[in-house]
């Protein structure tokens, strides 16, 4: 019973375009939730972040939205580059259970030139 | 700064074959954790350590041990191996509160 489901195992977009991948949680005490990029033979290396009073955070290239009555949060990176190629988890945290990591499943992006 | 280091990088393991994987974090950090990350299952939580001294299980627990040496230091032991052990091996470390974990570069473990 996975509480953080990635539903797109993979996603293939343009070099210059957007690239959307989505984010959907089970557990109504997550309160705080981050996307994590990993390259191969590399561990995940963190890019984002959103707590729960917030609906939107921007980072440069990358913006996170979450949307708390639908349980679901989305990335989108703009433009989308080459670099951006590799695995992306989304995760999720509850301040009553410690703030432990719950993990999707990954969606592997390819950027293409 | 090494941040989070873990060796080995490779093992390769027969069935019954038992062996510990070494993390160690030079950032301070008080909790430690180890996950593994299976094919379409993400990355999933097996043993994680609030503080030196403590530990506790995650949602993979079984056919694991682990044991929190001191504060740097977080080690995860198989005392026997089985085929469905077989992953890559992931520890963490992260500082008190909110935020992001500081992740190894990975244990790729195959159990034959």
């Known amino acids: 019973d996975q509480q953080v489901k990635q539903n797109s195992p993979s996603l293939s977009v343009q070099e210059g375009r957007i690239s959307i991948l989505n984010c959907d949680y089970t557990n109504s005490m997550f309160d705080y939730f981050l996307w994590y990029k990993k390259y191969p033979a590399e561990g995940p290396t963190f890019l984002i972040s959103i707590s729960s009073i917030k609906d939107k955070n921007e980072d440069g290239r990358f913006t996170v939205f979450l949307n708390k009555s639908a349980k679901h949060l989305s990335l989108h990176i703009v433009p989308s580059q080459p670099g951006d190629s590799a695995v992306y988890f989304c995760a999720a945290s509850a301040r009553t259970a410690g703030n432990k990591l719950t993990f999707g499943g990954g969606t592997r992006v390819l950027v293409k030139p | 700064n090494a941040g989070v280091t873990q060796t080995p990088k490779f093992q390769v393991l027969k069935t019954g074959q038992s062996m510990t994987l070494q993390c160690a974090q030079d950032?301070?950090?008080?909790?430690m954790y180890w996950y593994r990350q299976d094919p379409g299952m993400g990355l999933r939580l097996i043993y994680y350590s609030a503080s030196e001294g403590t530990t506790d299980k995650g949602e993979v627990p079984n056919g694991y041990n682990v044991s929190r040496l001191n504060k740097r230091e977080f080690s995860l032991r198989l005392e026997s191996a089985a085929p469905s052990q077989t992953s890559v091996y992931f520890c963490?470390?992260?500082?008190?509160?909110?935020?992001?974990?500081?992740f190894g570069s990975g244990t790729r473990l195959t159990v034959v």
């Open positions: 950032m301070n950090h008080n909790s």
């Open positions: 963490a470390s992260r500082i008190e509160g909110l935020g992001g974990y500081t």
